[in-house]
């Protein structure tokens, strides 16, 4: 029970350890990159058009800028690590903090369950009256997504609460409950709670929600917060929506992740924002923004994969990193597919201190008849301009999509609303403005 720093500090240990750079790689035209397009779900033009496989989840890696050397003045020697396309003007890395680190999507689930069982110890649906919250000392894990509503365990007390104490080793904790009304049926049950050392050098702070209205809205949330002795901060938002969409009329499952950390002893920090929109029809969204800064190193990645349920397919991914001496360098790729058809193409560049730039540009056609023409240039004289007989491969529906969602969300589709009374009916204003979303406090601000 006791909010001590100790647990604080066990995650968010800044020693320098080896740093990676694991982009989001776009299969290139060789065969390597043809064997991570069969990694996905197979699209095939030859025999059954229509053969799909199921696959794992092609989820977005870290981008991490690495360097070759210890001595700054090698800094323009850094390239991304291609470990999923064939070797590019690659080089490996050096140091790194496990700040940084992120969590690989074999080993996502893991540390999802991790971190539920430690909820569960730490703060069970169970808790007797009077007893104080356990120290919330979880900060935000990198690359983990969005994690699903049992993951975080929320329980929300049925009685209104206001209570506080003082645990053995001298810190303190409160917790409170209540109930919020508003027109159109709205009502919000939250629970909030914290702690805070004896010395107060750390603390901590976790919000849980459940909103609804008569529109059939619902929506279950978690904002946590907390900071450190030596500094160390972090905040982290989850929500999970349900409402109607306002042209189709179809229901729509909307789920969003916002997290951060910042070092109390380094100029070293990340945020990452992450959502997902399903739709009853197949209609499905998802995308990230994340960046991050280690010392003199900063880098930034975007991705978006949108299938509109019919067969059409967009995905893309831009990223790209500096450093303070003038280094530049990034990576970029869309694909776009329908039936078959489509097209991918992409460009690596580099910048030096100098100002001089290097890149190579690459494109593919397919036309859906096992031809694909295969196309590209680089600043140092490369070209290419082919066709060749190749099969298609593409992700021709997400892997995860409505069903998917529909099983993981039965907390968020088991809110009940307000009773309706007799002759009043809700107030459907389409159109309007949606409530602002969740920004970083701005103590937390990555820049």
């Known amino acids: 029970m006791a909010a001590t720093s100790r647990g604080f500090a066990s995650h968010l240990d800044f020693k320098l350890r080896r740093l990676a750079f694991h982009p989001r790689s776009h299969p290139s035209t060789s065969n390597g990159g043809l064997e991570e397009l069969r990694k996905r779900r197979r699209f095939s033009l030859r025999g059954d058009r229509r053969a799909v496989s199921r696959i794992s989840c092609c989820c977005s890696d870290s981008v991490v800028p690495i360097r070759s050397g210890k001595n700054a003045e090698k800094a323009e020697e850094w390239l991304f690590d291609s470990k999923k396309r064939p070797p590019r003007a690659g080089v490996q890395a050096s140091a790194a903090l496990p700040f940084f680190a992120s969590s690989s999507s074999s080993s996502s689930s893991a540390a999802q369950s991790h971190f539920l069982s430690r909820q569960e110890k730490n703060y069970p649906r169970c808790t007797p009256r009077n007893s104080g919250p356990q120290s919330r000392d979880t900060p935000p894990k990198r690359d983990t997504g969005i994690a699903n509503e049992k993951d975080w365990g929320i329980s929300l007390l049925t009685e209104n609460v206001k209570e506080s104490g003082t645990n053995e080793d001298g810190?303190?904790?409160?917790r409170e409950s209540g109930e919020d009304i508003g027109d159109n049926g709205y009502r919000c049950r939250w629970t909030r709670m914290g702690g805070t050392s004896h010395d107060a050098s750390s603390q901590w702070k976790e919000t849980w929600?459940?909103?609804?209205?008569?529109?059939?809205?619902?929506?279950?949330?978690?904002?946590?917060?907390?900071?450190?002795?030596?500094?160390?901060?972090?905040?982290?938002?989850?929500?999970e929506v349900l409402h109607q969409d306002e042209w189709s009329n179809l229901a729509r499952i909307e789920r969003s992740a916002q997290k951060q950390a910042k070092s109390g002893t380094e100029n070293a920090g990340w945020y990452e924002k992450w959502w997902e929109k399903y739709d009853a029809k197949g209609w499905t969204e998802k995308?990230?923004?994340?960046?991050?800064?280690?010392?003199?190193?900063?880098?930034?990645?975007?991705?978006?994969?949108?299938?509109?349920?019919r067969g059409s397919v967009l995905k893309w991914t831009d990223k790209w990193a500096e450093t303070e001496l003038g280094t530049k360098w990034g990576d970029k790729w869309e694909e776009k597919f329908f039936t078959g058809i489509g097209s991918r193409q992409g460009?690596?560049?580099?910048?030096?201190?100098?100002?001089?730039?290097?890149?190579?540009?690459?494109?593919?056609?397919?036309?859906?008849?096992?031809?694909?023409?295969?196309?590209?240039?680089?600043?140092?004289?490369?070209?290419?301009?082919?066709?060749?007989?190749?099969?298609?491969?593409?992700e021709a529906e997400p892997h995860?999509?409505?069903?998917?969602?529909?099983?993981?969300?039965?907390?968020?589709?088991?809110?009940?609303?307000?009773?309706?009374?007799?002759?009043?009916y809700p107030n459907l204003e389409f159109g309007s403005t949606p409530p602002p979303a969740d920004e970083p406090p701005e103590e937390f601000s990555p820049q």
């Open 171 to 174: 810190s303190t904790w409160y």
């Open 209 to 239: 929600w459940e909103k609804s209205d008569w529109t059939g809205y619902k929506e279950l949330g978690v904002e946590k917060s907390g900071r450190n002795a030596q500094g160390d901060s972090w905040w982290e938002t989850w929500q």
């Open 287 to 309: 995308g990230a923004h994340k960046y991050g800064r280690l010392n003199e190193q900063s880098w930034w990645e975007k991705w978006g994969e949108h299938y509109d349920g």
């Open 347 to 394: 460009e690596t560049w580099h910048v030096s201190p100098s100002g001089e730039r290097w890149s190579r540009t690459w494109g593919e056609e397919h036309f859906g008849n096992g031809k694909v023409h295969k196309y590209g240039k680089s600043t140092t004289g490369e070209s290419w301009d082919i066709v060749v007989d190749e099969e298609t491969y593409y």
């Open 400 to 424: 995860y999509g409505w069903a998917d969602v529909v099983g993981d969300s039965s907390q968020l589709l088991s809110i009940k609303p307000r009773e309706r009374p007799p002759g009043v």
